[in-house]
Structure formats: structure tokens, C-alpha cells
């Protein structure tokens, strides 16, 4: 049933037809204060992300989400915009991730994929290597970056 409901939103993408310099709007994603915590709660559980009175005497003032919180939020919407009906078959690398400024409660973070770079992969000549950057922005203010280098079938 997912795999119509991505098919329905996007074609089919292949390596052969990605184009550098492509840049794939993946929408939007909102987030509160009580996913915040709650995320925080399980896997992160530092005082700036879970308890209000820690918070707010750190450098941030309030509640801001966890760095793997701010990645994992932009996951879904790059799958649904990008990953969800391709070639793709794994995830090879990831480096450069960067979080210039907090993600805060209410904040609804608006996520870009641009498509860096592709190669034919030395090792396999059935796959491609693509290389993306992705971003993740509040009010035009830069929250998240990823450098990501991905292996697909050629």
C-alpha cells in the first residue's frame, strides 16, 4: 500500500536520469514540543531536550530538538520526494552533517535534496554512486545539512 501512496506522489527515478545540479523540494514537516521530548525521552536524553528548567538556562533559552531528531525529520519527506520509487539501494556514506542552529518547538523545518554529483561506481559496474545535499530550513534559516552518498542500480 506505501509503495502506491509514493507512486502516486512521484515517477520513478533512475540514475540515468538524475541530473546534477537538480534540486527536489521534499516539503514540509512541523514539529512540537512534546515530540520533541518524547524523542528526546528515548534516545537523546540530555536536559536541553527534555527537561524546561535545564533548557532554559542553556545558551538556547528553551526546549530545542536533538541533533538525530533534526536528522531523522527530514528522512521521511526526502523518501516520499526522492528515495521512495528510485533505483536507490543503500545509503554508502554520510559525512558533513551539520547543525548551524537549533530546531525549536513549533518550528516547521522546510527540506531541499540537490542532486551533487553521480559516478559509475569503480567497484561494480551495475551501480551508480550519487552524491546529495540535503538541507533543512526554518524561516530560511539553515537548521540541518547532510553531504549523503548513495549506491543505486545502473
Request: charged share 25%.
Amino acid at each position: 500500500m506505501r509503495s502506491l501512496i509514493l507512486r502516486s506522489i512521484m515517477s520513478h527515478r533512475t540514475f540515468e536520469g538524475l541530473t546534477v545540479g537538480e534540486t527536489i523540494d521534499c516539503g514540509t514537516r512541523s514539529v512540537s514540543r512534546e515530540e520533541i521530548v518524547a524523542f528526546a525521552e528515548e534516545y537523546d536524553p540530555l536536559g536541553i531536550h527534555t527537561d524546561e528548567a535545564a533548557a532554559a538556562d542553556s545558551p538556547f533559552g528553551d526546549i530545542i530538538a536533538s541533533g538525530i531528531h533534526t536528522f531523522a525529520l527530514t528522512q521521511r519527506p526526502v523518501v516520499e520526494h526522492f528515495y521512495g520509487d528510485s533505483d536507490l539501494v543503500a545509503a554508502g556514506h554520510i559525512e558533513e552533517m551539520r547543525l548551524p542552529a537549533p530546531l525549536r518547538p513549533g518550528d516547521t523545518l522546510h527540506v531541499t535534496l540537490e542532486i551533487a554529483d553521480k559516478r559509475h561506481s569503480k567497484r561494480n559496474e551495475q551501480r551508480g554512486i550519487v552524491t546529495t545535499n540535503r538541507e533543512a530550513t526554518v524561516d530560511g534559516e539553515v537548521v540541518f545539512s547532510l553531504v549523503n552518498r548513495t549506491i543505486w542500480t545502473r
